[in-house]
């Protein structure tokens, strides 16, 4: 059974403080592991695509890389706006239907 | 370009009552996904369609939770009877199927309350 875990449940910065999430997985031959931003009272919103270990990919303060058992989201420099709940999904090679299973996500509050 | 549109946004309605929640996918997109999320259990998958088909409805909790797709724009998600353990945000997600990855995309979410 395909499983992910995020850590820390929840996470506090300051602006300016740079940190990572977490998100660790087992799945059975990985098909792509991605990122979302979820804002309050909205649907999660696409950020990420990570196919392969080693790979990694940028947008704005934010960096998400990849290994065979954990994928990091690195944020530079956060700014308020940065506050959101940040949800870790992999697809599995057996599946062929674009499934996805979630981790229980990472609440990041930055405070000014 | 139009986004996943979900409604209603809220539902508030009493035990026993029937609940429709209805979602419109991305124009082209042929994969839709029913979630649920609830603060104790986070993002659940319950059904999911490929070109209007179900192919996998084992996360539907219970027989009061169906789903249909009659055509590619809509697809509706029933609760019949309704029980305040429902209580949750439902969100309808859609994405191509192609053979490769693709990510979903998320409309805003129905709350639904039953009181």
């Known amino acids: 059974e395909d499983q992910v875990t995020q850590s820390p449940e929840a996470l506090r910065l300051q602006e300016g403080e740079s940190s990572s999430l977490n998100c660790s997985y087992t799945?059975?031959?990985?098909?792509?592991l991605f990122w979302y931003r979820q804002d309050p009272g909205k649907g999660p919103e696409f950020l990420f695509t990570l196919y392969s270990a080693g790979e990694e990919k940028e947008k704005e303060r934010l960096k998400a890389t990849l290994t065979k058992k954990e994928s990091f989201l690195h944020i530079t420099a956060p700014k308020p706006e940065d506050s959101a709940t940040y949800l870790c999904a992999v697809q599995a090679l057996s599946n062929a239907g674009n499934m996805l299973t979630f981790g229980g996500g990472t609440r990041l509050m930055v405070k000014p | 370009d139009a986004g996943v549109i979900q409604s209603p946004r809220h539902e508030v309605t009493e035990m026993g009552q029937e609940v429709t929640l209805r979602c419109k996918p991305i124009s082209g997109h042929n994969s839709l996904f029913w979630y649920r999320q609830t603060m104790m259990r986070g993002l659940e998958l319950l059904i999911y369609f490929n070109n209007n088909v179900p192919i996998d409805d084992s996360g539907m909790p219970e027989d009061r939770f169906s789903a249909k797709m009659p055509n590619a724009s809509f697809s509706t998600l029933k609760i019949q009877p309704s029980e305040p353990r429902d209580s949750a945000v439902y969100f309808c997600?859609?994405?191509?199927?192609?053979?490769?990855?693709?990510?979903?995309?998320f409309g805003d979410g129905t709350r639904l309350s039953i009181l």
């Open positions: 799945v059975s031959g990985l098909r792509g």
């Open positions: 997600a859609s994405s191509p199927w192609t053979g490769s990855s693709q990510p979903q995309h």
